[in-house]
């Protein structure tokens, strides 16, 4: 009797022990998984901002031909690493991340390929591709928020 009271406090003991071990690794993984998806938020929303103010630069400054300012915006989108970012987001990012991410790529695109045909920055035609990127930027921002487990802003 002795013996099998000692084995099965063993057994309790190991069975507790690598439950509590799975346990940990589990909350572990879930932490690094966070840490991941806000690594890759951080940099896709880093490199829309800066895509925003080169192509805004862009449009600026003068160009001597419309193939000239095309070209110069288009590069200037390139330069920034977005095109990276992207498909790092779209590798982790949950769906809902995705499509909002998604949506403020495209509104970036549209406001690049207006630049490109010759809109002036302050424009009256400029005006409603810059409130559909903020709106989407924004958008985008909450569904990471919500993700990351961050509370809202409230301020946009």
């Known amino acids: 009797m002795p013996l099998l009271s000692t084995l099965s406090g063993a057994v309790i003991g190991i069975t507790a022990t690598l439950i509590a071990d799975r346990n940990r690794w589990q909350r572990e993984e879930v932490r690094h998984a966070l840490e991941a998806r806000r690594e890759v938020y951080t940099e896709f929303v880093s490199a829309l901002k800066a895509a925003g103010e080169e192509i805004r630069a862009v449009a600026l400054g003068d160009h001597m031909s419309e193939s000239a300012r095309d070209s110069a915006v288009r590069e200037a989108v390139r330069g920034t690493g ?8 779209w ?13 403020a790529f495209h509104s970036l695109r549209a406001i690049r390929d207006a630049y490109a045909q010759g809109v002036a920055v302050g424009s009256a035609e400029e005006a409603p591709l810059i409130a559909q990127r903020r709106t989407a930027m924004a958008q985008m921002r909450r569904v990471m928020r919500e993700d990351l487990g961050v509370g809202p802003l409230g301020i946009e």
Not at 82 to 89: D, F, G, K, P
Not at 95 to 101: C, K, M, N, S, T
């Open 91 to 103: 590798l982790v990012g949950p769906p809902q991340v995705v499509a909002a991410g998604n949506e």
């Open 82 to 89: 977005i095109y990276t970012a992207s498909e790092r987001l």
